[in-house]
């Protein structure tokens, strides 16, 4: 489901911030419409392109800077895929604490671009918060920095935030500086699974309310699509956690020791998994929404992935409300963030009316169509509405992108 | 500034809430860093978000420039008002909203301190990070314009990473929302470009903060070196180990002399004093401890000294937060500036820095964030004799000289404000400065929103020019303006 280029569309291949820069510029005094790419895994996020002119990639931008490990900062290319950068930079026992989707493909620029993340965004947060710098080209070719190289700095308008979750709607981004983290020493992960909705919410209470300072803190409910199924495949549980600990390895197994310890009487099952299985584990859990149908009988390509947010404490509302929504829906996320994404099965029309009420419901927000058929987000607002940001958020675009070079209208600007 | 205005304004917030008085004045020709006052034409104090946009309303009407104030402890002249403009001051905006802390959350007005946050969440075991040596005075909106940081940010970041959302009023006087209380806002982060921003885009009315959990455990301990290499030295140890305290803060031996005046925290005679504190899972704090104390006796620590409870550690604490307030103790004036430098960096910088201060003659106490070399050098003056406060701006202009060449930055907390805008071009080009004024054109056309601050004057483009004063650093030729 690649965005589909207007067959003329040409590919732009700078090797360096310059030559991305002069592209720009000239693509925009042709008028032309031009979509940057990096690895091109998110390509069909957003809304449908409408007419590309040229793909700007920027696969020739993919040098690490600076790692300046005595900092715990590093400078990177945008087209640095994340995956080489955290094997460079695990050589001084650092990393880029970032799990976004298509983790071993996805590149610096954009992970910046759309903001994603994973489950170590309980821990580290999102790329907006170890973005210390970039370096980004306008449309008009201005090529400038904003932010700085040391992890504490104020001076000047934060641009890397800017353009942080705007698609590649108002600049590219060329490089940026991240601040850095240790590797951990040695973890492990809690696998729990729970037989209520209710028990899931009490256990998020609980482990919010603890001293317990996990490094990921997952839940995935697959079981919304059974029970709106009306039957049970068998085996008591409704939804699964998974709880990571990282630290030095005393450390891990007191705190696996004293989350147990929390979590007993809460749980159906309790399985600690390390070693080998722990990483693989991971990735199939980060995998699990992009990719096998899991308990939905729709094949992948039907099913419309959203994104979403709620209130930590409402999680068992919000999955009540799901139930109720008329379609199978997944739902995986971060316990104690409140975000994750929902994946929707059935037909166009049904998933259509399942945005809409989600848009209309008290218990989740900020609802945004990532995946889904051209025809469902020709019937639905893939964004949402922009509230009262609208009007200076055209304002940003027409100040940095007063031609329209960038994005060909897949938004959010 | 017309009466007709003037009667508005009474007309939206009372006619007390109103000053024009020069007396009545006073009070806002300066934020915390006095050297820079002007008078503004009036200050308006309103009581509700719905006021501030009435006000703010009204300016762009009239084109009357405005600065939104919040409790004025501002460093770098942030808050400094424009001659002929409006003070739009917040202190009135003082209510909290909403403690919410099953989702670890509270709602705030823009005039709540800073430690207001903590107090009220403080019972269920929760406090709010960032902690700006001013916080028990400090307003929350203040930190939002400055992206403030304090003691704590090495592990638990600045105001960026602790705001979810705020309401704001536009230059235009239109409100804005941005985040909220549930994550994921779709689109670019405009909240992190506002947070920072220093006032310049917007009039922030309603913040949303998220709290922390008390963590299980803190450590704290203080170690005296002989030299402020091995001071460095343990800074770059302790993160090379892996370790990322909640803070590592490092005092001179002027600093040490200042706040063992002021508030006897009884620290050791020392060249350098580092405090550092961990904290975390008890099990992790305990381990991690040993080894920082290893790593400070491996560089010959002369003391180490471990708060055995909470008092001591507010005991260590004390002297360090005091020590700005303690300059006073041993010099009549200082002038603070807030430099960057990596952190491996922090040894060779500061010892330029003591080099700059032999030469220069004036006295430099040095109390900072080494863990993330954030340098807060106290340069001491004395007003009386003549030239000396000039003097002491040409030594500060000098060490961001250095900060500059060693990769870091103007300021890591206290903001570029009126104070170090001129500087601006030592860190960013022309193309930059411009496109950080393209986006602030995109908020405030007229540039009506706290002018002259940010960016070098006069403008680039959109920018409306404050009243020209020559600067002691242009005076003595070592800076010009664009």
């Given at each position: 489901?690649?965005t589909?280029?207007?067959?003329?569309?040409?590919?732009?291949q700078p090797?360096?911030?310059?030559a991305?820069?002069?592209?720009?510029?000239?693509?925009s005094?042709?008028?032309?419409?031009?979509v940057?790419?990096g690895?091109?895994t998110?390509?069909?996020?957003?809304r449908?392109?409408?007419r590309?002119?040229?793909f700007l990639?920027t696969?020739?931008?993919h040098?690490?800077?600076?790692?300046?490990h005595?900092?715990?900062t590093?400078?990177?290319?945008?087209?640095?895929s994340?995956?080489?950068?955290?094997?460079?930079l695990?050589?001084?026992?650092?990393w880029?604490?970032?799990?976004?989707?298509?983790?071993?493909?996805?590149?610096?620029?954009?992970?910046?671009a759309?903001?994603?993340s994973?489950?170590?965004?309980h821990?580290?947060?999102t790329?907006?918060?170890?973005?210390?710098?970039?370096?980004?080209?306008t449309?008009?070719g201005?090529?400038?920095?904003a932010?700085g190289?040391?992890?504490k700095?104020?001076?000047?308008?934060d641009l890397g935030?800017?353009?942080?979750?705007?698609?590649g709607?108002?600049?590219?981004?060329?490089?940026?500086?991240?601040?850095?983290s240790?590797?951990?020493?040695a973890?492990?992960t809690?696998?729990?699974?729970?037989?209520?909705?209710a028990?899931?919410?009490?256990?998020?209470?609980?482990?919010?309310?603890?001293?317990?300072?996990?490094?990921?803190?997952?839940?995935?409910?697959?079981?919304?699509a059974?029970?709106?199924?009306?039957?049970?495949r068998?085996?008591p549980?409704?939804?699964?956690?998974?709880?990571?600990?990282?630290?030095l390895?005393?450390?891990v197994?007191?705190?696996?020791?004293?989350a147990?310890?929390?979590?007993q009487?809460?749980a159906?099952?309790?399985?600690?998994v390390?070693?080998?299985?722990?990483p693989?584990l991971?990735?199939e859990?980060?995998a699990?929404?992009?990719?096998?149908?899991?308990?939905?009988?729709?094949?992948?390509?039907?099913?419309a992935?959203?994104?979403?947010?709620?209130?930590p404490s409402?999680?068992?509302?919000a999955?009540a409300?799901?139930?109720t929504?008329?379609?199978?829906?997944?739902?995986?996320?971060?316990?104690?963030?409140?975000?994750?994404?929902l994946?929707i099965g059935g037909?166009?029309a049904?998933?259509a009316?399942?945005?809409?009420?989600l848009r209309?419901?008290?218990s989740?927000?900020?609802?945004?169509v990532l995946?889904?058929?051209?025809a469902?987000k020709?019937a639905?607002?893939?964004?949402g509405?922009?509230?009262?940001r609208?009007?200076?958020?055209?304002?940003?675009k027409h100040?940095?992108?007063?031609?329209?070079t960038?994005?060909a209208?897949?938004?959010?600007? | 500034?017309d009466?007709?205005?003037?009667?508005d304004?009474r007309?939206?917030?009372?006619?007390?809430?109103?000053?024009?008085?020069?007396?009545?004045?006073l009070t806002?020709?300066c934020?915390?860093?006095?050297?820079?006052?002007?008078?503004?034409?009036?200050?308006?104090?309103?009581?509700?978000a719905?006021?501030?946009?009435?006000?703010?309303?009204?300016?762009?009407?009239?084109g009357?420039?405005?600065?939104?104030?919040?409790?004025?402890?501002?460093?770098?002249?942030?808050?400094?008002?424009?001659?002929g403009?409006?003070?739009i001051?917040l202190?009135?905006?003082?209510?909290?909203?909403?403690?919410?802390?099953?989702?670890q959350?509270v709602?705030?007005?823009?005039?709540v301190t800073?430690?207001?946050?903590?107090?009220?969440?403080?019972p269920f075991?929760?406090?709010?990070?960032?902690?700006?040596?001013?916080?028990?005075?400090?307003?929350i909106g203040g930190n939002?314009?400055?992206?403030?940081?304090g003691?704590?940010c090495?592990?638990?970041?600045?105001?960026?990473?602790?705001?979810?959302?705020?309401?704001a009023?536009?230059?235009?006087?239109e409100f804005?929302?941005?985040?909220?209380?549930?994550?994921?806002t779709?689109?670019?982060?405009l909240?992190?470009?506002l947070?920072?921003?220093?006032?310049?885009?917007?009039?922030?009315?309603?913040i949303?903060v998220?709290?922390?959990?008390r963590p299980?455990?803190?450590?704290?301990?203080?170690?005296?070196?002989?030299?402020?290499?091995?001071?460095?030295?343990?800074?770059?140890?302790?993160?090379?180990?892996?370790?990322?305290?909640?803070?590592?803060?490092?005092?001179?031996?002027?600093?040490?002399?200042?706040?063992?005046?002021?508030?006897?925290p009884n620290?050791?005679?020392?060249?350098?004093?580092?405090?550092?504190e961990?904290?975390?899972?008890?099990s992790e704090?305990?381990?991690l401890?040993?080894?920082v104390?290893e790593?400070?006796?491996?560089r010959q620590a002369?003391?180490?000294?471990?708060?055995?409870?909470?008092?001591?550690r507010?005991?260590?604490?004390?002297?360090?937060?005091a020590a700005?307030a303690?300059?006073?103790?041993?010099?009549p004036?200082y002038?603070v500036?807030d430099?960057?430098?990596p952190?491996?960096?922090?040894?060779?910088?500061?010892?330029?820095?003591?080099?700059?201060?032999?030469?220069?003659g004036l006295?430099?106490?040095n109390?900072?964030?080494?863990g993330?070399?954030?340098?807060?050098?106290?340069?001491?003056?004395?007003?009386r004799?003549?030239?000396?406060?000039?003097k002491a701006?040409?030594?500060?202009?000098e060490i961001?000289?250095?900060?500059m060449?060693?990769?870091?930055?103007?300021?890591?907390?206290?903001?570029?404000?009126a104070?170090?805008?001129?500087?601006m071009?030592?860190?960013?080009?022309?193309?930059?400065?411009?496109?950080?004024?393209?986006?602030?054109?995109?908020?405030?056309?007229?540039?009506?929103?706290?002018?002259g601050?940010?960016?070098?004057?006069p403008?680039?483009?959109?920018?409306?020019?404050?009243p020209?004063?020559?600067?002691p650093?242009?005076?003595?030729?070592?800076?010009?303006?664009l």
């Open positions: 489901m690649a589909p280029a207007t067959p003329k569309a040409a590919l732009l090797q360096t911030p310059e991305l820069a002069a592209a720009l510029r000239a693509a005094a042709q008028k032309q419409s031009i940057i790419r690895a091109g998110k390509m069909d996020w957003g449908p392109a409408g590309i002119d040229a990639e696969r020739g931008l040098k690490i800077l600076a790692h300046a005595g900092d715990l590093a400078t990177i290319e945008a087209g640095a994340l995956a080489d950068v955290n094997a460079a695990a050589t001084h026992g650092q880029l604490p970032l799990d976004p989707a298509f983790a071993d493909r996805a590149t610096i620029g954009g992970l910046l759309t903001n994603d994973g489950p170590l965004r821990r580290y947060g790329p907006r918060d170890l973005v210390i710098g970039v370096q980004i080209a449309a008009d201005t090529l400038a920095k932010g190289q040391v992890v700095n104020v001076a000047g308008y935030k800017l353009v942080t979750g705007s698609f709607s108002l600049a590219a981004i060329t490089s940026a500086t991240f601040k850095l240790p590797l951990p020493k973890s492990k809690l696998v729990v699974s729970v037989d209520s909705d028990r899931l919410g009490e256990i998020v209470r609980q482990m919010m309310a603890s001293q317990l300072e996990p490094l990921a803190f997952e839940f995935s409910s697959g079981t919304v059974r029970s709106f199924q009306g039957r049970d068998g085996g549980e409704r939804a699964a956690l998974l709880i990571k600990f990282a630290s390895p005393t450390v197994d007191a705190q696996v020791a004293q147990r310890a929390l979590l009487p809460l159906a099952s309790i399985d600690v390390d070693g080998d299985a722990e693989a991971w990735r859990h980060n699990r929404m992009w990719a096998a149908p899991c308990a939905l009988s729709a094949p992948v390509e039907n099913v992935i959203v994104r979403a947010s709620w209130l409402a999680v068992t509302t999955l409300e799901l139930v929504m008329g379609a199978p829906i997944d739902l995986v996320g971060r316990a104690a963030v409140g975000a994750g994404l994946r037909d166009t049904t998933q009316r399942v945005i809409a009420r209309q419901s008290a989740v927000g900020n609802i945004v995946r889904g058929s051209d469902l020709a639905v607002d893939v964004w509405p922009m509230g009262d609208e009007r200076l958020l055209a304002s940003l100040a940095l992108d007063p031609r329209n960038l994005n209208g897949r938004g959010p600007l | 500034m009466a007709a205005f003037l009667s304004l007309h939206i917030v009372g006619h007390e809430h109103v000053l024009d008085d020069a007396l009545e004045l806002y020709e934020d915390a860093l006095p050297h820079l006052r002007e008078t503004p034409a009036a200050v308006v104090l309103p009581s509700s719905a006021h501030v946009q009435a006000i703010v309303r009204l300016c762009a009407r009239h009357v420039p405005f600065v939104a104030r919040g409790h004025g402890t501002g460093l770098s002249g942030g808050a400094l008002p424009v001659a403009g409006l003070v001051a202190a009135r905006l003082n209510r909290v909203l909403d403690v919410d802390i099953p989702n959350r709602t705030v007005e823009p005039g800073n430690l207001e946050i903590t107090k009220q969440v403080a075991g929760y406090y709010y990070a960032p902690d700006p040596s001013s916080q028990q005075v400090c307003s939002v314009a400055e992206n403030s940081g003691a704590h090495l592990k638990y970041g600045f105001t960026t990473h602790h705001v979810l959302g705020v309401e009023v536009l230059p235009d006087g804005i929302h941005i985040g909220g209380t549930l994550a994921d779709p689109g670019p982060d909240l992190g470009l947070i920072g921003s220093e006032g310049t885009l917007a009039i922030v009315t309603k949303i998220r709290i922390l959990r299980e455990a803190v450590q704290t301990l203080l170690a005296a070196f002989d030299t402020i290499d091995a001071g460095g030295a343990v800074v770059s140890d302790i993160i090379g180990t892996g370790i990322i305290p909640a803070a590592i803060e490092m005092m001179d031996a002027l600093a040490i002399k200042a706040a063992e005046a002021a508030v006897h620290f050791p005679p020392a060249d350098t004093v580092l405090i550092v961990l904290d975390g899972p008890a704090v305990s381990a401890f040993e080894m104390k790593i400070c006796a491996l002369t003391s180490i000294e471990v708060a055995q409870d909470d008092a001591q507010a005991r260590i604490w004390r002297g360090r937060k700005f303690a300059m006073g103790r041993v010099s004036n002038y500036q430099g960057v430098v952190r491996t960096k922090l040894p060779e910088v500061l010892n330029r820095i003591r080099q700059l201060e032999a030469r220069s006295r430099i106490g109390v900072f964030h080494a993330d070399g954030n340098l807060h050098p106290l340069i001491c003056y004395d007003e004799v003549p030239g000396e406060a000039d701006v040409e030594v500060a202009a961001l000289t250095y900060c060449d060693a990769g870091g930055s103007l300021t890591g907390e206290h903001g570029i404000g104070d170090k805008s001129q500087y071009p030592k860190m960013f080009t022309a193309e930059d400065l411009a496109l950080m004024q393209r986006v602030r054109a995109a908020f405030d056309p007229r540039g009506l929103s706290n002018p601050k940010v960016f070098p004057t403008r680039l483009c959109g920018e409306v020019p404050g020209y004063r020559q600067h650093v242009e005076g003595a030729g070592l800076a010009e303006r």
